[in-house]
C-alpha cells in the first residue's frame, strides 16, 4: 500500500467520485480505507479502489492488489493480487512492479521465476526506485535470478544508499566492514 494521503472526507470529494473521477474515487477509497474524515471502514474503501482501479487509475490499481494480497477489507486472493498490480505495472507504477517482481521471485499467485523476478525490479530501478535498486543489489549479491556480481551488487545498494534507503545503507556497512550482508 502507498503512502497515507493527506486528503480528507468531504461530500465535495464523494460528489467528484460518485460523477466517476477516477482520482477522487482513489482519494475517497483512501479516506475510507485509513479513516480519513470519515470512519474507518476498509470493505468501501476497497470498493472505492475497484471503481478508480476499474477506470485505468495505477495507484489505486497498486492499492487494489495489496488488498486482495494481504486480505484487506476483501478476501485474499493473490492471483487476483497479481492481476491488479500487473495492470499497475504495465503503467510504469514502480510500486507495482517490484510487487510483480516478488510474486515471481516467491511463486506467490504465479509460478516461481527469479529471472521474472529480476527483470520487473529492472523496470523499477530504471525509474531509480529505491526499493528496486536495493532488490536487485540482493540478487546480485545472492546470485539470484543471476548470476552472482559482488560489484554489481554493490552497485546497486550504492545507488539505493545514495537515495537515502536505509536498508541498503544498513547492508552496505555490513559488506564494507566485513561481518557479511
Not at 483512501?30 to 476499474?54: P, S, T
Not at 485505468?56 to 486482495?68: D, I, K, P, Y
Not at 504495465?90 to 529480476?118: M, W
Request: a neutral charge; aromatic letters at 12%; hydrophobic letters at 40%.
Amino acid at each position: 500500500m502507498g503512502q497515507v494521503p493527506a486528503v480528507t472526507y468531504s461530500k465535495e470529494l464523494e460528489s467528484r467520485a460518485l460523477a466517476g473521477d477516477a482520482e477522487a474515487q482513489f482519494q475517497l477509497g483512501n479516506c475510507y480505507f485509513f479513516g480519513l474524515g470519515v470512519a474507518k471502514k476498509q470493505i468501501d474503501g476497497v470498493a472505492w479502489y475497484r471503481k478508480a482501479a476499474e477506470a485505468g487509475h495505477a495507484e489505486a490499481q497498486f492499492n487494489l492488489g495489496g488488498c486482495l494480497y494481504q486480505g484487506y477489507g476483501i478476501e485474499p486472493n493473490l492471483f487476483e493480487a497479481l492481476r491488479w498490480w500487473r495492470k499497475s505495472a504495465g503503467q510504469n507504477f514502480s510500486a507495482a512492479q517490484i510487487s510483480v517482481g516478488d510474486c515471481f521471485l516467491y511463486g506467490r499467485g504465479t509460478e516461481k521465476n527469479e529471472a521474472e523476478a529480476v527483470r520487473w525490479y529492472q523496470k523499477a530501478a530504471e525509474q531509480e526506485y529505491p526499493a528496486a535498486l536495493h532488490r536487485l543489489g540482493n540478487c546480485y549479491l545472492q546470485g539470484t535470478g543471476v548470476d552472482r556480481n559482488i560489484v554489481e551488487a554493490m552497485r546497486y545498494y550504492r545507488k539505493a544508499a545514495d537515495l537515502k534507503y536505509q536498508p541498503s545503507i544498513e547492508v552496505l556497512h555490513k559488506l564494507e566492514d566485513g561481518s557479511g550482508a
